[in-house]
């Protein structure tokens, strides 16, 4: 005979428990922190030290928070190249934005499930009217 408070609760078959968003949030990728920015300046720039002529060159950096942060400047200054931040933009100062986000639109509609669907994806975007693209110009 069962002890009273020894109830064993029953589950339907084939359910599990609940992910919690504790268990999502490992899966979740971070985003990009100055560390991980000066680890790509810190990649890129050991690249270009293989080449002399590339000595002293300007890096442009937009706005992004982690472009701005304060360990990022000092490190180029550090390894010999110039930091250049650009200053902000409105997309009409630069309309191929518009283009980019309208070929990018065209491309999202469609499911990629084979190749062949790329290579039609492909052929439509040839044609896109020319005179759409002036208005970018």
């Not at 005979?1 to 268990?23: F, H, I, S």
């Not at 360990?71 to 009409?92: A, K, M």
């Not at 191929?96 to 499930?113: G, Q, S, T, V």
Request: glycine letters at 6%; charged letters at 30%; aromatic letters at 8%.
């Amino acid at each position: 005979m069962r002890e009273l408070g020894n109830v064993k609760k029953k589950r339907a078959v084939g359910t599990r428990k609940r992910k919690t968003l504790k268990d999502y949030a490992a899966a979740i990728p971070k985003r990009t922190t100055a560390d991980n920015f000066v680890q790509l300046i810190k990649d890129s720039l050991d690249i270009m030290d293989e080449f002399p002529n590339m000595k002293g060159l300007h890096m442009a950096m937009y706005n992004a928070l982690v472009h701005s942060h304060d360990v990022v400047d000092p490190f180029i200054l550090e390894r010999g190249y110039i930091p250049v931040h650009l200053p902000p933009y409105s997309p009409e100062l630069n309309p191929i934005n518009f283009f980019w986000k309208d070929l990018n639109d065209r491309i999202r509609r469609e499911k990629l499930k084979d190749t062949g669907t790329l290579s039609r994806i492909i052929g439509g975007n040839e044609d896109f009217p020319v005179e759409h693209i002036h208005t970018f110009i």
